[in-house]
């Protein structure tokens, strides 16, 4: 159980386009989605919460206009990078939230690669 | 959240028990501490989870001393499939989903 999935698993898009990546609890309910940011050799950095019916929370230092979030469902969080930079170039994942333990469960992750 | 230290890399041979420390001084009474793997272009694998003293599932042990500011993984035989990063995490548990913060982790080699 508690399986978490990313779609696109990996996506190149031109720069100034935008592209949305989807972040799914495929067995359980999370109100709660989290998205990190993920820069070769180095570590996993929080972007945002995201709770289903409200407004994501973002982090300092995160465009909340350029990073779009939208938690519309119990099973189904989007990012979506807006005006996309290559150096907006980066491994995006997700992680679900299981509200009776406050466990989280990770994505695989989506690469995304701006031209 | 507590902030963590952890050995940049490790090297191991298969067959070998490796241990992994992770200090984290500023631990709090309700905070839990989680170890999680993380291969190549893939999203992190949670491992184990302690409070104290020492908790042992089917890939891991955590050994946790009295006074919690630090706390170490052990994974018994490694092979070649356990190369890999390894995070320590710090945080309460049952107090609303906390933010997880990862430090550097460690980048274990196992070798031939």
């Known amino acids: 159980g508690a399986v978490v999935s990313q779609h696109p698993s990996r996506v190149i898009c031109k720069s100034g386009t935008s592209v949305k990546i989807e972040c799914r609890s495929l067995?359980?309910?999370?109100?709660?989605m989290f998205w990190y940011r993920q820069f070769p050799k180095q570590s996993l950095m929080l972007m945002a919460t995201s709770n289903e019916g409200s407004k994501a929370t973002y982090e300092q230092g995160v465009e909340k206009d350029k990073f779009l979030i939208n938690h519309a469902s119990l099973t189904l969080s989007t990012l979506t990078v807006t005006s996309a930079h290559p150096e907006d170039s980066s491994f995006y994942i997700c992680s679900a939230g299981l509200a009776e333990t406050y466990e989280q469960y990770f994505g695989p992750g989506t690469r995304l690669t701006v031209t | 959240l507590a902030k963590t230290t952890q050995p940049i890399s490790m090297d191991s041979y298969e067959g070998q028990e490796v241990n992994i420390t992770c200090s984290h001084n500023?631990?709090?009474?309700?905070?839990?501490i989680t170890w999680y793997q993380q291969f190549p272009s893939q999203g992190p694998r949670f491992i184990i989870q302690?409070?104290?003293t020492k908790v042992t599932n089917e890939v891991a042990s955590l050994f946790i001393p009295a006074d919690r500011k630090s706390s170490t993984l052990s994974l018994p035989r490694v092979s070649l499939s356990d190369t890999a990063v390894y995070y320590c995490?710090?945080?309460?548990?049952?107090?609303?989903?906390?933010?997880?913060?990862f430090g550097t982790g460690t980048r274990l080699l196992v070798s031939p």
């Open positions: 302690g409070y104290k």
């Open positions: 995490l710090v945080g309460g548990m049952n107090t609303g989903f906390q933010k997880l913060v």
């Open positions: 500023n631990i709090a009474t309700n905070d839990y």
């Open positions: 067995d359980f309910q999370a109100t709660t």
